[in-house]
């Protein structure tokens, strides 16, 4: 049987939660379909030891502030999926937990959403569904000859399974760094990345990331130039255990290497690396592929989208997938005002 609503959610991960709280607050009808059997989105797979790159209190979603975790200047993955979890209880918000949404299908004045807890039918929808289900691995030649392990940030979890071994870690970005200053101290450690690795210097945080996403996205708004400042997103936070691996001498990056081979890697001037394993922190891609019948999508898989509503289908609405649906939108600090802002031009549409 389909039931109806206003506007069907998709994902009760952060940026589900932060919709969810604004959609209340305009005392819009909805629903929040999430895929995961408990609250926390992402945050309940990642790896043992990630921690935050700002303080709790910079680190909230709309309403509620993150309560301070005792002993850390910045909170772990744990501390984050306690926070959603209150947060999504502290104001109702309408989760309905195991619902895999399939597809989204335009059907007259509604949208359609399956899911294999039932059908929806609402007048827009808010995909939120992140890009942590859709994690990328760049076609380098010869990676399927490798006879080693090779997995990606989203299977690694501890430096313990890897004690011993000869480790590549490829990725020169934040993820990338925590893992490789998490293995060093274990095992045989080589890190590649494309460019040599740029920290942020000690005393800045994801504060000032924030905060350059912010100006960027108002400097490409205003048909200004969005170069230059302190911070860039492509920077590592050097956050307590990347830094103390790094004053140690143990982050030396490698450039990248041309291919694989079954016992290793090669450079283009024929130097070699034997490897146990490869750890793959390549970034991800949008997880959109409910949308398939839509015919939306773009380069990359993106959606073309003015704000968070995209330009080819005024009732659909893209929340947290990073800059082009909000500057910082996929940080807990950065999804608030996008998050806002979609629930407000739903309002219009849905009164017009």
Known sequence: ?????????????????????????????????????????????????????????????????????????????????????????????????????????????????????????????????????????????????????QLHTVQYKSPAQFAGQRVIVVGGGNSGAQIAADLAPVAELTWVTQRPPRYLADDIDGRALFDAATARRRALDAGRSATGGVASLGDIVAVPPVRAARDAGLLHAKPMFTSLRATGVEWADGTAAEADAIIWCTGFRPALAHFVSMRLRGNRGHIATIGTRAVDEPRLHLLGYGDWTGPASATLIGVGRPARAAAREIQQLLCA
């Not at 691995?137 to 399927?144: D, N």
């Open 1 to 149: 049987m389909t039931q109806r609503t206003d506007v069907v959610v998709i994902g009760g991960g952060q940026a589900g939660l932060a919709a969810g709280y604004h959609l209340r607050r305009l005392g819009l009808e909805h629903v929040i379909l999430d895929a995961q059997a408990a609250p926390g989105g992402a945050w309940q797979h990642t790896w043992d030891s990630l921690h935050l790159f700002s303080p709790a209190q910079y680190s909230s979603l709309p309403g509620r502030l993150m309560p301070a975790q005792p002993g850390q200047t910045y909170p772990d993955a744990q501390h984050v999926v306690q926070y959603l979890a209150d947060y999504e209880k502290r104001y109702e918000l309408p989760v309905q937990r195991g619902a895999w949404v399939d597809a989204v299908h335009r059907d007259g004045a509604c949208l359609r959403v399956e899911s294999d807890s039932g059908d929806w039918r609402a007048r827009a929808v808010i995909s939120a569904t992140g890009t942590w289900t859709r994690p990328f691995i760049p076609a380098v030649p010869g990676r399927r000859e490798f006879s080693g392990r």
